[in-house]
């Protein structure tokens, strides 16, 4: 337990530092730092590198997982070009031409930490570490449909523009879409408190159809597909 608990920490601390509101050069030497970091804990005992790890709770703790279990710091490295692929997306300079392309950011992303899992849970079937890839790059692809709107609306747009361009959707119909839905929650949330709640919100939906109104760029792929 405190193995994988030791593997989300960190995986955790990369997914905020990808998240955050860092330009892009503090962003880069905060990836540069979380590199070393990682060095570190892969550094033989009793080298200046793993002296400084006790220090951090965290390290400390991967720094022990990763000499008790069989972890390949490549996989650790894969996980954090996917952190940097998510930090792309939000200057432009990256996005998924297919679903191939999508499918292995998936996998940098979710799938390396199911063959991380793997070998601290132990497994004897040889077909486990096929089993474990593929159940994180589907967790991957739900949590990417569940946050359609929110990436949308940082500018993240995970759908592959194959597929985008195959339903006549646009990056620009998504992004509209989430924020005159935002717009229309706050309306809501502002309507409930000063009009006495679902009865009041009801009230002002129905004379300015206001969520109605909201763009909805799956009406616009089915007229799209014909």
């Not at 550094?43 to 793993?50: E, K, L, N, R, T």
């Not at 930090?87 to 999508?102: I, M, Q, S, Y």
């Not at 739900?142 to 946050?147: A, C, E, G, Q, S």
């Amino acid at each position: 337990r405190q193995a994988i608990e030791a593997v989300y920490a960190f995986a955790r601390r990369g997914d905020d530092l990808a998240d955050g509101n860092l330009s892009g050069e503090d962003r880069a030497r905060e990836f540069a730092r979380y590199r070393r970091s990682l060095d570190a804990c892969y550094a033989p005992d009793g080298s200046a590198a793993s002296a400084e790890l006790a220090s951090d709770p965290v390290l400390s703790a991967l720094t022990l997982a990763v000499r008790t279990f069989p972890i390949p710091r490549q996989r650790f490295e894969e996980l954090i070009q996917g952190f940097e692929m998510d930090a792309r997306l939000d200057t432009g300079a990256a996005c998924f031409e297919t679903f191939e392309d999508l499918e292995h950011y998936c996998y940098l992303v979710a799938g390396t930490i199911g063959l991380m899992a793997i070998e601290i849970f132990g497994y004897r079937n040889p077909r486990t570490p096929d089993y474990a890839r593929s159940l994180g790059t589907a967790l991957q692809l739900v949590n990417i449909l569940r946050d359609l709107e929110s990436d949308a609306r940082r500018g993240r747009i995970y759908l592959p523009r194959q597929d985008l361009a195959r339903f006549a959707v646009t990056p620009q119909a998504i992004e509209a879409a989430a924020l005159a839905r935002t717009c229309a929650l706050n309306a809501l949330a502002a309507a409930a408190s000063v009009t006495g709640g679902p009865t009041g919100i009801r009230r002002i939906v129905k004379v300015t159809g206001f969520v109605a109104s909201a763009p909805d760029f799956t009406a616009q792929a089915q007229v799209g597909n014909g």
